[in-house]
C-alpha cells in the first residue's frame, strides 16, 4: 500500500466515522427534543398539579379543623357525662337516703 493509497483509505474510514457520529447525534436529538406543543402539555400538567396540591393542602386543613372541633366537643360531652352520672349517683343516694328515713318513720 502506498501513500495516496494509505492517505485516501483514512480519509474514507474518518468520512465513514463522521457519517455515522452525525447520523447517531441526529437519531439522539430526534428522540429525544420537546416540541412547544408538549411544553405547553407539560406547563397545563404543572398548572393541573400545583392547584392539586393547593386543593390537599386546604383538605388537610378542613380536616384538622374539624378534628379539633371534634375533639372539643368530645370533651364536652364526656364533661357532661361525667356531671350527670354524678348527679344520679347523688340522687340515688338521696333517694336511698329518703327510703331508710321513710321505714324509720314508719316502723316508729
Not at 468520512?15 to 402539555?41: C, D, H, I, Q
Not at 349517683?89 to 321505714?103: K, P, V
Amino acid at each position: 500500500m502506498n501513500r495516496t493509497e494509505f492517505i485516501i483509505a483514512t480519509a474514507v474510514i474518518l468520512f465513514v466515522a463522521f457519517m455515522l457520529g452525525w447520523f447517531a447525534s441526529w437519531l439522539v436529538n430526534r428522540f429525544t427534543r420537546v416540541t412547544k406543543s408538549e411544553v405547553g402539555e407539560l406547563d397545563k400538567m404543572a398548572q393541573a398539579l400545583h392547584e392539586a396540591e393547593e386543593t390537599r393542602d386546604q383538605a388537610i386543613t378542613y380536616l384538622q379543623q374539624r378534628e379539633a372541633e371534634m375533639t372539643n366537643q368530645l370533651s364536652q360531652t364526656e364533661a357532661e357525662l361525667r356531671a350527670a352520672m354524678d348527679g344520679l349517683r347523688e340522687a340515688r343516694h338521696e333517694t336511698e337516703e329518703l327510703r331508710n328515713w321513710i321505714e324509720q318513720n314508719q316502723a316508729g
